[in-house]
């Protein structure tokens, strides 16, 4: 079972739409978590973290934690088309920045 | 010019060439890493180091080889390569001093084919 999961996708929003990217982790121990987006042909760029259960919010983005569900979600509020990209949930499970990324999930807003 | 600089950019090659890519950085980091990515794989780590002298396997070790030149330069190796090493591959660096916020910078990738 790979540590980080995520649903391939892809997902297609409308703009303006919610946008709800979803991963699960498999290791109770991982610390802190991290959202990356990757447009394509490009190189990765960390876009949120989150390390305690709840909400994180930044601008659109807000980052969920539920580490009793080993659960992670990002969701993008008013959809834009330049938010269209591959979304990579990582985790840390020692807090030395040795991050397991998932499949990540290429979202689409369509204009 | 980009921190993180990878050499080459796009190679191909044949099955049981040597191959080698190559890292260098110049954000003054002491955290190097290797990933490949493979369409729906994601981002597999092969080896990180941590300094000059400190080398680790990742999940996917097997049939790479790592250097540490210097504290810029993290270079990987495919001693063999064969056709399911075909994947891009990422150099990234981390501070030290920025542990724990999952903080990693990446070059641009070296895209490698082998035939």
């Known amino acids: 079972q790979k540590e980080v999961e995520q649903n391939s996708g892809p997902l297609s929003v409308p703009e303006g739409a919610i946008a709800s990217l979803n991963c699960t982790y498999s290791?109770?121990?991982?610390?802190?978590f991290f959202w990356y987006r990757q447009y394509s042909g490009k190189s990765p760029e960390l876009i949120m973290s989150?390390?305690?259960?709840g909400d994180k919010e930044d601008g659109r983005f807000t980052a969920q934690l539920n580490k009793a569900s080993q659960y992670v979600s990002l969701l993008i509020r008013d959809s834009q088309p330049s938010d269209s990209a591959t979304y990579l949930c990582?985790?840390?499970?020692?807090?030395?920045?040795?991050?397991?990324f998932g499949t990540g999930t290429r979202l689409t807003v369509i204009p | 010019d980009a921190d993180v600089t990878q050499t080459p950019r796009n190679r191909i090659t044949k099955t049981g060439k040597r191959i080698m890519l190559e890292c260098s950085q110049t954000?003054?980091?002491?955290?190097m890493y290797w990933y490949r990515q493979d369409p729906g794989l994601g981002l597999q780590l092969i080896y990180y180091?941590?300094?000059?002298?400190?080398?680790n396997k990742g999940e996917i070790s097997d049939g790479y080889s790592v250097s540490r030149q210097a504290q810029a330069k993290f270079s990987l190796s495919l001693e063999s390569a064969i056709p399911n090493q075909t994947a891009l591959y990422f150099c990234?660096?981390?501070?030290?001093?920025?542990?724990?916020?999952?903080?990693?910078?990446f070059g641009e990738g070296s895209r490698l084919t082998v035939l």
């Open positions: 990234a660096t981390s501070d030290p001093d920025r542990a724990g916020t999952g903080e990693l910078f």
């Open positions: 290791d109770r121990v991982s610390q802190s």
């Open positions: 989150i390390y305690s259960n």
């Open positions: 990582a985790v840390d499970q020692t807090g030395a920045n040795n991050l397991f």
């Open positions: 954000k003054g980091h002491d955290r």
């Open positions: 180091s941590f300094d000059v002298k400190d080398i």
